[in-house]
């Protein structure tokens, strides 16, 4: 009955220090989490795992590298003595290999010198191995399967670190680059007029609305007391960031050869724009379709001259809407191309409407596209109206025919009207 | 995949089918920076069940004909449908290209012309 007692009392001792070293465990986790729980940066977060390592196991030695992609390799030690970096290199190697943990217990066999039993931890990231963690040599013999549960725990919480800090991170470079995008459609707005010019004779309507934030399509008005007003559309192909940068590009070239050469007609201004850019289009592997027409009021004359850009479409008040041929290959196409330019009436009632191929190339559920021969009917159909009624009666009929399609590319339109 | 390669001798043949768009622009981009990067490249698209083509892929066309240009070799279209057909009319490429309306046509005469440019 005594040996019974004393046997009980020594159970009861084993499983005292068995709980207290569990809480103690339970303790370094839940410190490690309220550690991990305000804000962070990895190299601390790194040195709180390896610190709160050597206190739980315990060890006489820890140290952890992570190497996050894009950002400098991070390393923590616990002692005074860094541990040399191609120990750390070659454990991070060996657990990637592994794809697991790595538990040697070999009495220094296989090991860095001076080191008895090893246990090597992966940190992950997305399920990816990133890092190590090295415990080196613990306190009270070989490492064992409750070591590596325990250590896995502590790794899990810096897992979620490493979660939390890129998830911020990515945050951070999408919100910069969300206002570096609002910044720059408020400048591509502000280089859209901003305001309908008043030429007399013209009733005059535009619009653009680009498919991204920004996009490659542009339309400009140019009016001066000393030469006849100038209307130009351009539509770089593609859409997005890049397409928008060609289009200020294509903008600001054409307005200065306006500017500079101020009785230039149409097609001197398509050369010398396909001329200044020709090069830089080629370079970047794009193009730029460009309509530039030019009113004169006395002789009641559009003349107008058309690199690439379609549609084009002319309603005179007696007569069918029609395209107007192109006649030029678009900015960027060919080297020094001499451009042609033509003249038509434009008195009371003719209709002039220029739009981008986000409007023709809109598709339905179906699949088809809106086409030319849609456009040229709603344009003889309206011709008697308002251009900001046949602007508007044009963006209905495509939105009404496109359903449930999202828009699909950049989409300008210009109409002109003659009045009396 | 909507787009396939194969060789003839020395004639790369090129077929899009369907939609040929901003989204199937940059692998074909990328092939035909790699075949234009050798000397007197003769590049053969068959567009004959192309349906569709936007302007992200006309400047690859472009931008392959030009280097092709570069490289003292040449690029020629060929069969476009007619959805095709009226995009390269209304733009004026087909000012710009060398279209041929089948590709025997277009074989014989990349084969004939080795290093002479086809007359367009």
């Given at each position: 009955m005594k040996q019974h007692n004393q046997l009980t009392a020594q159970q009861l001792a084993a499983l005292t220090s068995e709980l207290v070293s569990y809480q103690d465990q339970l303790a370094a986790i839940h410190e490690l989490a309220h550690?991990?729980?305000?804000?962070?940066?990895?190299?601390?977060?790194?040195?709180?795992?390896?610190?709160?390592?050597?206190?739980?196991?315990?060890v006489f030695s820890a140290a952890a590298l992570l190497t996050l992609p894009q950002q400098a390799p991070l390393s923590v030690t616990s002692g005074d003595e860094p541990m040399a970096n191609e120990i750390l290199i070659e454990a991070l190697a060996h657990i990637q290999t592994q794809g697991d943990y790595v538990l040697q217990n070999t009495n220094g066999r296989d090991l860095p010198l001076g080191c008895r039993n090893r246990l090597l931890l992966p940190l992950t990231m997305r399920t990816q191995i990133v890092g190590v963690l090295v415990l080196?040599?613990?306190?009270?013999?070989p490492f064992?399967?409750?070591?590596?549960?325990?250590?896995?725990?502590?790794?899990?919480?810096l897992d979620t670190q490493i979660e939390n800090t890129l998830w911020h991170q990515e945050r951070?470079?999408?919100?910069?680059?969300?206002?570096?995008?609002?910044?720059?459609?408020?400048?591509?707005?502000?280089?859209?007029?901003?305001?309908?010019?008043?030429?007399?004779?013209?009733?005059?309507?535009?619009?653009?609305?680009?498919?991204?934030?920004?996009?490659?399509?542009?339309?400009?008005?140019?009016?001066?007391?000393?030469?006849?007003?100038?209307?130009?559309?351009?539509?770089?192909?593609?859409?997005?960031?890049?397409?928008a940068m060609l289009m200020t590009m294509t903008r600001t070239t054409l307005r200065n050869a306006a500017a500079f050469l101020p009785q230039s007609r149409p097609a001197q201004l398509l050369q010398h724009t396909n001329t200044a850019l020709y090069s830089d289009y080629t370079d970047v592997g794009m193009f730029a379709s460009l309509f530039v027409g030019q009113y004169l009021p006395e002789e009641r004359l559009l003349r107008y001259a058309n690199a690439g850009h379609a549609p084009v479409i002319y309603c005179p008040a007696q007569g069918?809407?029609?395209?107007?041929?192109?006649?030029?290959?678009?900015?960027?196409?060919?080297?020094?191309?001499?451009?042609?330019?033509?003249?038509?009436?434009?008195?009371?009632?003719?209709?002039?409407?220029?739009?981008t191929d986000g409007f023709t190339e809109a598709l339905n559920d179906q699949q088809a596209l809106f086409g030319i021969e849609r456009l040229l009917e709603i344009v003889s159909r309206c011709a008697c109206q308002s251009a900001a009624n046949i602007g508007a009666v044009i963006q209905a009929v495509v939105t009404a025919f496109c359903g449930n399609q999202p828009q699909a590319d950049d989409q300008t339109l210009v109409v002109f009207k003659g009045v009396a | 995949m909507n787009w396939h390669v194969k060789q003839?001798?020395?004639?790369?043949?090129?077929?899009?089918n369907g939609r040929f768009d901003a989204h199937t622009a940059p692998a074909i981009k990328t092939w035909l920076r790699q075949v234009t990067a050798q000397t007197?490249?003769?590049?053969?698209?068959?567009?004959?069940?192309?349906?569709?083509?936007?302007?992200?892929?006309?400047?690859?066309?472009?931008?392959?004909?030009?280097?092709?240009?570069?490289?003292?070799?040449?690029?020629?279209?060929?069969?476009?449908?007619?959805?095709?057909?009226?995009?390269?009319?209304?733009?004026?490429?087909?000012?710009?290209?060398?279209?041929?309306?089948s590709d025997s046509a277009a074989l014989a005469a990349l084969a004939h012309s080795g290093s002479k440019a086809i007359s367009r």
């Open positions: 550690h991990f729980s305000g804000p962070l940066d990895l190299g601390d977060a790194l040195h709180g795992l390896v610190q709160t390592a050597v206190r739980a196991l315990p080196l040599d613990k306190h009270t013999g064992t399967m409750p070591d590596v549960k325990l250590g896995q725990a502590l790794t899990a919480q951070m470079v999408q919100a910069v680059w969300q206002a570096q995008i609002e910044l720059a459609q408020e400048v591509q707005r502000c280089l859209l007029p901003q305001s309908l010019p008043c030429v007399p004779g013209l009733d005059v309507w535009a619009m653009s609305n680009p498919l991204h934030q920004v996009g490659g399509d542009f339309y400009d008005f140019m009016t001066s007391a000393n030469a006849a007003p100038i209307v130009s559309v351009g539509d770089v192909c593609g859409k997005g960031v890049a397409a069918d809407a029609r395209l107007l041929p192109v006649g030029n290959a678009s900015i960027g196409l060919l080297p020094s191309a001499a451009m042609v330019e033509a003249t038509i009436p434009f008195g009371p009632d003719d209709v002039l409407v220029v739009a | 003839i001798d020395n004639i790369h043949i090129l077929t899009i007197r490249p003769q590049i053969l698209v068959h567009l004959g069940s192309t349906h569709f083509i936007d302007s992200a892929a006309l400047a690859v066309l472009i931008s392959g004909l030009k280097r092709c240009r570069e490289q003292d070799g040449e690029l020629v279209l060929t069969n476009l449908a007619q959805p095709v057909r009226i995009i390269f009319e209304l733009t004026r490429m087909d000012q710009i290209f060398t279209i041929m309306a």
